[in-house]
Protein backbone atom coordinates (compact mmCIF):
# COMPACT_ATOMS: atom_id res chain seq x y z
CA UNK A 1 0.00 0.00 0.00
CA UNK A 2 2.77 2.55 0.99
CA UNK A 3 4.94 1.34 -2.28
CA UNK A 4 1.72 2.33 -4.46
CA UNK A 5 1.54 5.57 -2.57
CA UNK A 6 5.24 6.38 -3.16
CA UNK A 7 4.73 5.79 -6.74
CA UNK A 8 2.20 8.02 -7.00
CA UNK A 9 4.06 10.58 -5.58
CA UNK A 10 7.07 9.95 -7.56
CA UNK A 11 5.04 10.41 -10.48
CA UNK A 12 3.79 13.51 -8.99
CA UNK A 13 0.14 12.15 -9.39
CA UNK A 14 -1.84 15.59 -8.42
CA UNK A 15 -0.55 17.03 -11.53
CA UNK A 16 -3.40 16.09 -13.92
CA UNK A 17 -6.95 14.94 -13.71
CA UNK A 18 -6.28 12.20 -16.31
CA UNK A 19 -5.92 8.43 -15.45
CA UNK A 20 -8.21 5.97 -12.78
CA UNK A 21 -7.18 5.66 -9.14
CA UNK A 22 -8.73 3.55 -6.26
CA UNK A 23 -10.12 4.48 -3.07
CA UNK A 24 -7.11 3.58 -1.13
CA UNK A 25 -5.08 6.11 -2.89
CA UNK A 26 -7.62 9.27 -3.47
CA UNK A 27 -7.73 8.29 0.84
CA UNK A 28 -4.06 8.43 1.02
CA UNK A 29 -3.84 11.64 -1.43
CA UNK A 30 -6.90 13.62 0.07
CA UNK A 31 -5.28 12.70 4.08
CA UNK A 32 -1.87 13.82 2.58
CA UNK A 33 -3.19 17.12 1.29
CA UNK A 34 -5.04 17.82 4.22
CA UNK A 35 -2.08 17.31 6.45
CA UNK A 36 -0.23 19.88 4.33
CA UNK A 37 -2.88 22.32 4.68
CA UNK A 38 -3.45 21.53 8.68
CA UNK A 39 0.34 22.48 8.92
CA UNK A 40 -0.09 25.25 7.12
CA UNK A 41 -2.86 26.85 8.80
CA UNK A 42 -1.43 26.60 12.24
CA UNK A 43 1.28 27.83 11.33
CA UNK A 44 -0.58 30.84 9.88
CA UNK A 45 -2.55 31.03 13.13
CA UNK A 46 0.36 31.54 14.97
CA UNK A 47 1.53 34.33 12.83
CA UNK A 48 -1.74 35.94 12.18
CA UNK A 49 -1.66 38.45 15.25
CA UNK A 50 1.41 40.07 14.05
CA UNK A 51 -0.51 40.88 10.55
CA UNK A 52 -1.86 43.88 12.83
CA UNK A 53 0.16 46.95 13.66
CA UNK A 54 -0.73 50.75 14.32
CA UNK A 55 1.15 53.52 12.91
CA UNK A 56 2.50 55.56 16.02
CA UNK A 57 5.07 57.86 15.99
CA UNK A 58 6.89 55.77 17.83
CA UNK A 59 7.29 52.80 15.73
CA UNK A 60 9.48 52.51 13.13
CA UNK A 61 8.12 52.01 9.55
CA UNK A 62 9.57 48.71 8.79
CA UNK A 63 8.34 45.92 11.13
CA UNK A 64 10.06 43.00 10.81
CA UNK A 65 7.74 40.56 11.94
CA UNK A 66 4.71 42.12 10.29
CA UNK A 67 6.83 41.86 7.08
CA UNK A 68 7.70 38.32 7.69
CA UNK A 69 3.82 37.83 8.41
CA UNK A 70 2.64 39.04 4.86
CA UNK A 71 5.35 37.08 3.23
CA UNK A 72 4.33 33.85 5.37
CA UNK A 73 0.48 34.93 3.87
CA UNK A 74 1.88 35.04 0.55
CA UNK A 75 3.30 31.66 0.82
CA UNK A 76 0.25 30.52 2.21
CA UNK A 77 -2.12 31.57 -0.25
CA UNK A 78 -0.43 30.22 -3.05
CA UNK A 79 -0.18 26.53 -1.20
CA UNK A 80 -3.78 26.44 -0.45
CA UNK A 81 -4.03 27.27 -4.16
CA UNK A 82 -1.96 24.55 -5.03
CA UNK A 83 -3.98 22.32 -2.30
CA UNK A 84 -7.24 23.04 -3.83
CA UNK A 85 -5.89 22.30 -7.45
CA UNK A 86 -4.38 19.27 -6.42
CA UNK A 87 -7.21 18.10 -4.88
CA UNK A 88 -9.49 19.02 -7.90
CA UNK A 89 -7.12 16.54 -10.27
CA UNK A 90 -7.20 13.94 -7.45
CA UNK A 91 -10.96 13.60 -7.09
CA UNK A 92 -11.14 13.38 -10.87
CA UNK A 93 -9.80 10.67 -11.18
CA UNK A 94 -11.80 9.20 -8.50
CA UNK A 95 -14.95 10.18 -10.17
CA UNK A 96 -13.65 8.77 -13.34
CA UNK A 97 -12.96 5.57 -11.47
CA UNK A 98 -16.73 5.37 -10.47
CA UNK A 99 -18.17 6.82 -13.37
CA UNK A 100 -19.29 9.66 -12.06
CA UNK A 101 -18.76 13.51 -13.75
CA UNK A 102 -15.59 14.91 -13.13
CA UNK A 103 -17.26 18.16 -12.51
CA UNK A 104 -18.03 17.51 -9.20
CA UNK A 105 -14.48 17.08 -8.18
CA UNK A 106 -14.57 20.94 -7.50
CA UNK A 107 -17.57 20.56 -4.78
CA UNK A 108 -15.05 20.78 -2.06
CA UNK A 109 -12.42 23.34 -3.39
CA UNK A 110 -14.91 25.57 -4.11
CA UNK A 111 -16.63 24.71 -1.11
CA UNK A 112 -13.62 25.89 1.40
CA UNK A 113 -13.20 28.92 -1.03
CA UNK A 114 -16.64 30.30 -0.61
CA UNK A 115 -16.47 29.63 3.65
CA UNK A 116 -13.25 31.51 3.76
CA UNK A 117 -14.45 34.05 2.02
CA UNK A 118 -17.41 33.81 4.28
CA UNK A 119 -14.96 34.16 7.13
CA UNK A 120 -13.18 36.68 5.79
CA UNK A 121 -16.25 39.23 5.40
CA UNK A 122 -18.74 39.02 7.84
CA UNK A 123 -16.70 40.51 10.68
CA UNK A 124 -16.29 43.31 8.32
CA UNK A 125 -19.57 43.92 6.97
CA UNK A 126 -21.28 42.43 10.21
CA UNK A 127 -24.43 44.50 10.21
CA UNK A 128 -25.22 43.58 6.70
CA UNK A 129 -23.90 39.49 6.53
CA UNK A 130 -25.17 37.99 9.27
CA UNK A 131 -23.36 35.03 11.14
CA UNK A 132 -25.83 32.69 10.28
CA UNK A 133 -24.92 33.38 6.66
CA UNK A 134 -21.51 31.83 7.38
CA UNK A 135 -22.45 28.94 9.51
CA UNK A 136 -24.89 28.17 6.29
CA UNK A 137 -22.38 27.54 4.06
CA UNK A 138 -19.71 26.24 6.54
CA UNK A 139 -23.03 23.32 6.41
CA UNK A 140 -22.66 23.15 2.49
CA UNK A 141 -19.02 22.61 3.06
CA UNK A 142 -19.35 19.67 5.51
CA UNK A 143 -21.70 18.28 3.51
CA UNK A 144 -19.58 18.69 0.15
CA UNK A 145 -16.59 17.01 2.28
CA UNK A 146 -18.85 14.67 3.76
CA UNK A 147 -20.35 13.31 0.70
CA UNK A 148 -16.78 13.62 -0.93
CA UNK A 149 -15.04 11.33 1.35
CA UNK A 150 -17.89 8.61 1.46
CA UNK A 151 -18.14 8.69 -2.37
CA UNK A 152 -14.63 8.74 -3.31
CA UNK A 153 -13.18 7.08 -0.38
CA UNK A 154 -15.13 3.98 0.22
CA UNK A 155 -17.58 3.41 -2.36
CA UNK A 156 -16.77 0.48 -5.08
CA UNK A 157 -15.96 1.59 -9.08
CA UNK A 158 -19.29 1.10 -10.72
CA UNK A 159 -19.13 -1.23 -13.52
CA UNK A 160 -19.37 0.53 -17.05
CA UNK A 161 -21.17 -0.83 -19.51
CA UNK A 162 -20.40 -0.85 -23.45
CA UNK A 163 -22.86 2.07 -24.11
CA UNK A 164 -21.71 4.33 -21.58
CA UNK A 165 -18.79 6.93 -22.24
CA UNK A 166 -15.64 5.69 -20.91
CA UNK A 167 -14.94 2.77 -21.66
Known sequence: MQKRLAEFLAQFGFRTDAGLIDAWTWRAGFGFLTVILIVLTTIWRLVEPYAYRELTPQSSLIDWRTLATFIYLLFYSLGVIFIGISLYNLSAKRLRTRGLPT???????????????????????????????????????????????LELGFREPRALTPAEPGV
Open 103 to 149: GLAGLVPLGALFSGAAHWLQPRVSEDLSHWYVVGVDALLVGAVVWTV
